[in-house]
């Protein structure tokens, strides 16, 4: 059985419990428990706060683990990114009072820096040779400058909203962050086999994301010219309808470019266009 540890509050928890779920792997979360079983995969669930779980992973006391980018690189710990997992985004960035006059990154030179992530702080200004005092704060990082605590913050954004309230500015951003899956280094091959099976379903629920199905009725004079439009994973699928002169093409199209493709389409002469939702696809 493999162990996974995961944060156990917030929106990477609430991420994490909906792509298991989407891979059909069932877990009790009504009672709020250190470790729950899932009854129908062989995984177990380690509830944790996120700073912990790369240290968890890396000593073996967790075999996979669901956490941020952000906190892992801080963590530094000895873990494999086995993939990402494309949620929970967000990017880690300098920010100060939106009054102050900013002319490039030497302006941190000298300057106090308020953080919950000094080591990849250090790292960054290591890289662009400024010399700045870094306060550790681990939390509220934002009221740092509006209480002369610090200069400036460096801390995780995602719409910003934050740092307006707080009367900061975003400056420089100095990484973009995701969920990852990171993975205990020394799995035997029966936990490898595992954790090859749950990949294999978490591939299926990720790349049916931002994917629709599309049918429609298009006329057979016009079928080469449609087809050439439709952005298909291969060739979509033709088939007669009972109308004679005309076919149903069956294909998918991502979100992206959907309505696009779909005006082309109705201009090329299709018919009766019939979206789909796609919940998991195996390429």
């Known amino acids: ?41 062989p995984i177990e669930v380690l509830f944790l706060r996120d700073d912990d779980i790369p240290q ?14 952000n906190e892992f690189i801080e963590r530094n710990e000895d873990a494999d990114i086995i993939y990402r997992l494309g949620f929970s985004k967000c990017r880690l960035s300098l920010a100060i009072p939106k009054e102050i006059e900013y002319n490039g990154i030497q302006w941190f030179n000298g ?32 009221i740092a400058p509006g209480i002369h605590l610090a200069d400036a913050i460096f801390d995780i954004v995602s719409s910003g909203s934050t740092l307006i309230s707080n009367n900061l500015k975003e400056v420089e951003t ?8 990171i993975g205990n280094k020394a799995l035997n091959e029966e936990k490898k086999e595992i954790l090859e099976e749950l990949l294999f379903r ?17 006329p057979n004079d016009r079928l080469k010219e449609i087809t050439e439009a439709l952005p298909g994973i291969k060739s979509p699928t033709i088939m007669p309808l ?9 294909t998918v199209l991502d979100q992206k470019c959907f309505w696009e493709i779909i005006g082309k389409l109705k201009a ?16």
């Open 1 to 41: 059985m493999l162990r996974i540890a995961v944060q156990s509050k917030g929106r990477l928890f609430e991420d994490t419990m909906s792509l298991l779920a989407e891979a059909d792997i069932k877990l009790s979360t009504s009672k709020r428990t250190l470790l729950t079983q899932s009854t129908n995969f």
């Open 56 to 69: 968890c992973v890396a000593s073996g006391v967790a075999d996979l683990g669901i956490v941020g980018e």
């Open 111 to 142: 300057k106090k820096i308020a953080t919950s992530y000094p080591y990849i702080l250090q790292q960054y200004l290591d890289k662009q040779q400024i010399e700045a005092d870094i306060h550790l704060i681990t939390g509220s990082v934002e």
């Open 174 to 181: 100095v990484m973009k962050s995701e969920a990852l899956l």
């Open 202 to 218: 978490i591939r299926a629920v990720k790349a049916a994301e931002d994917k629709k199905y599309i049918l429609m009725n298009v």
């Open 242 to 250: 009972a109308t004679e002169g005309w076919s149903s093409i069956h």
């Open 268 to 283: 090329l002469g299709a018919q009766g266009i019939l979206v789909l939702p796609i919940e998991k696809m195996v390429l």
